[in-house]
C-alpha cells in the first residue's frame, strides 16, 4: 500500500494555519442520526487538527478523538481554544493507519478527504470499520475533482 503523502507534506500544509471557529451546524449534518442520551464516542480518521471533534462535542456531546498520521498538539489545542472548548477535551491519536489496532470502538466514525490519499479504496474502508462499533455510523465523504475543484487539482 503507497500512501501519496508523508509527515513532511503535512507539517509544512499545516505551518501557516489559520483557526477557524466551528459553526452549530455542519455541511453534513443532515446525515446524521441524532442520538441523545449515553455518552457517545466520536472519531475523526484523518482529522487533524479536529474541527469535526469540536462540532461533534460541542453540539451532539460526544467524547471526541481524531486519528492521523501527523498531529501537532499546539494546532489542536488552538482549535479547542478558539472554539470555547478546554484545552486536552479531543483526544488525539497519532499513528500509521496501516499498523494501528484500535483500542476503542466508536459510535461514529468518520472521515472528510482521507481515502483518496491510497491506492486500495477497499483496504482503507475496511480500516475505517474496525474503529467502528457494531451498531455504529460510518460517514466517508471525498473531495468534489469536477469543474473548478477538479481543474485546480489537476493544474498545481
Same mark, same amino acid.
Given at each position: 500500500?503507497?500512501?501519496?503523502?508523508? $509527515?513532511?507534506?503535512?507539517?509544512?500544509?499545516?505551518?501557516?494555519?489559520?483557526?477557524?471557529?466551528?459553526?452549530?451546524?455542519?455541511?453534513?449534518?443532515?446525515?446524521?442520526?441524532?442520538?441523545?442520551?449515553?455518552?457517545?464516542?466520536?472519531?475523526?480518521?484523518?482529522?487533524?487538527?479536529?474541527?469535526?471533534?469540536?462540532?461533534?462535542?460541542?453540539?451532539?456531546?460526544?467524547?471526541?478523538?481524531?486519528?492521523?498520521?501527523?498531529?501537532?498538539?499546539?494546532?489542536?489545542?488552538?482549535?479547542?481554544?478558539?472554539?470555547?472548548?478546554?484545552?486536552?477535551?479531543?483526544?488525539?491519536?497519532?499513528?500509521?493507519?496501516?499498523?494501528?489496532?484500535?483500542?476503542?470502538?466508536?459510535?461514529?466514525?468518520?472521515?472528510?478527504?482521507?481515502?483518496?490519499?491510497?491506492?486500495?479504496?477497499?483496504?482503507?474502508?475496511?480500516?475505517?470499520?474496525?474503529?467502528?462499533?457494531?451498531?455504529?455510523?460510518?460517514?466517508?465523504?471525498?473531495?468534489?475533482? $469536477?469543474?473548478?475543484?477538479?481543474?485546480?487539482?489537476?493544474?498545481?
Amino acid at each position: 500500500m503507497a500512501n501519496l503523502t508523508d $509527515r513532511n507534506f503535512w507539517a509544512n500544509y499545516w505551518k501557516n494555519h489559520a483557526y477557524q471557529k466551528v459553526g452549530n451546524e455542519v455541511f453534513y449534518s443532515p446525515l446524521i442520526r441524532t442520538q441523545n442520551g449515553e455518552s457517545k464516542k466520536f472519531i475523526e480518521l484523518g482529522g487533524f487538527p479536529g474541527y469535526g471533534c469540536v462540532y461533534f462535542k460541542k453540539e451532539l456531546g460526544y467524547e471526541v478523538s481524531i486519528f492521523d498520521f501527523y498531529i501537532d498538539k499546539t494546532i489542536v489545542n488552538k482549535v479547542e481554544e478558539v472554539n470555547g472548548l478546554p484545552i486536552g477535551t479531543i483526544e488525539c491519536i497519532e499513528g500509521d493507519l496501516f499498523a494501528y489496532t484500535a483500542k476503542s470502538e466508536y459510535d461514529f466514525v468518520i472521515s472528510l478527504g482521507l481515502i483518496e490519499h491510497f491506492d486500495d479504496t477497499k483496504d482503507i474502508i475496511a480500516r475505517h470499520l474496525s474503529f467502528m462499533k457494531e451498531d455504529g455510523e460510518l460517514l466517508i465523504m471525498l473531495p468534489n475533482f $469536477r469543474g473548478l475543484n477538479g481543474w485546480v487539482q489537476r493544474t498545481f
